[in-house]
T-cell receptor, first 111, second 112 residues
Framework: RKEVEQDPGPFNVPEGATVAFNCTYS??????FFWYRQDCRKEPKLLMSVYSSGNEDGRFTAQLNRASQYISLLIRDSKLSDSATYLC????????????FGTGTKLQVIP | SQTIHQWPATLVQPVGSPLSLECTVE??????LYWYRQAAGRGLQLLFY??????ISSEVPQNLSASRPQDRQFILSSKKLLLSDSGFYLC???????????FGDGTRLSIL
C-alpha cells in the first residue's frame, strides 16, 4: 500500500459545481496534513493546512478523518481558475521529519 | 519573511555534460532543505534532503549528488547528465515540527 494515495482524476466539473477529493494515508502516527495546488509547469503552492476539527478558507474546506486515515478537500462554486492539480501532503515527525506527497488529483473546471 | 530562490529557471544541456543547480533560502536559519524531481505528468520524487550543513540524505540511487556548503544553500549536481535526468527540479524548505514545505520556482531541465 502506498504511503499516501490520491485518485489521479481528471475530475471534469462544470463551473459552479462542488467537487471533493480524498487522500488516504497509511501511517496512523502521521501528525500534519496539508493540501497544495500545482498549476501546469509551476511549483506546488500551499493551499491550506488540515486541522483535526476541520477548517474552511472561503470556498475551500479541508477535513481530517483520523479513524479512517484520510483527508479531504471540498471546493464549492468551482471557478475556471480552480483548474489545477491538488496534492495532499502527510507529515510524520518521530525523531526525523518525513514528508510524503501524494501524486495529485487533476481538476478541470469546464465553462 | 522567508523566501526561497532557485536558479536557473530553464536549462538545456547535452548528454554527458555536468550540472549544477543552486537553491538559497532567506529569512530563516537551519532550515530543512529538499531536492525533488517531477517528470512530466508525474508526482514529486524526493531526491535529497538535508537537516544541516554538510548533512545529506539520499532517497534514491542515481547519478546526481547534493551538497549543503552553507546553512541556507543547497546545490544539486551531476558529473555526467543522462537523458533520463530531464525533468522539473524543485527545491523546498521547511522547519522541523510538522510545518509545511515551501517551494522554489523550479528548474526545467531538458537533456538533448
Amino acid at each position: 500500500r502506498k504511503e499516501v494515495e490520491q485518485d489521479p482524476g481528471p475530475f471534469n466539473v462544470p463551473e459552479g459545481a462542488t467537487v471533493a477529493f480524498n487522500c488516504t494515508y497509511s501511517n496512523s502516527a502521521s501528525q500534519s496534513f496539508f493540501w497544495y495546488r500545482q498549476d501546469c509547469r509551476k511549483e506546488p503552492k500551499l493551499l491550506m493546512s488540515v486541522y483535526s476539527s476541520g477548517n474552511e478558507d472561503g470556498r475551500f474546506t479541508a477535513q481530517l478523518n483520523r479513524a479512517s486515515q484520510y483527508i479531504s478537500l471540498l471546493i464549492r462554486d468551482s471557478k475556471l481558475s480552480d483548474s489545477a492539480t491538488y496534492l495532499c501532503v502527510v507529515i510524520y515527525s518521530g525523531g526525523y521529519q518525513k514528508v510524503t506527497f501524494g501524486t495529485g488529483t487533476k481538476l478541470q473546471v469546464i465553462p | 519573511s522567508q523566501t526561497i530562490h532557485q536558479w536557473p529557471a530553464t536549462l538545456v544541456q547535452p548528454v554527458g555534460s555536468p550540472l549544477s543547480l543552486e537553491c538559497t533560502v532567506e529569512g530563516t536559519s537551519n532550515p530543512n532543505l529538499y531536492w525533488y524531481r517531477q517528470a512530466a505528468g508525474r508526482g514529486l520524487q524526493l531526491l535529497f534532503y538535508s537537516v544541516g550543513i554538510g548533512q545529506i540524505s539520499s532517497e534514491v540511487p542515481q547519478n546526481l549528488s547534493a551538497s549543503r556548503p552553507q546553512d541556507r544553500q543547497f546545490i544539486l549536481s551531476s558529473k555526467k547528465l543522462l537523458l533520463s535526468d530531464s525533468g522539473f527540479y524543485l527545491c523546498a524548505w521547511d522547519k522541523t515540527g510538522t510545518q509545511p514545505q515551501h517551494f522554489g520556482d523550479g528548474t526545467r531541465l531538458s537533456i538533448l
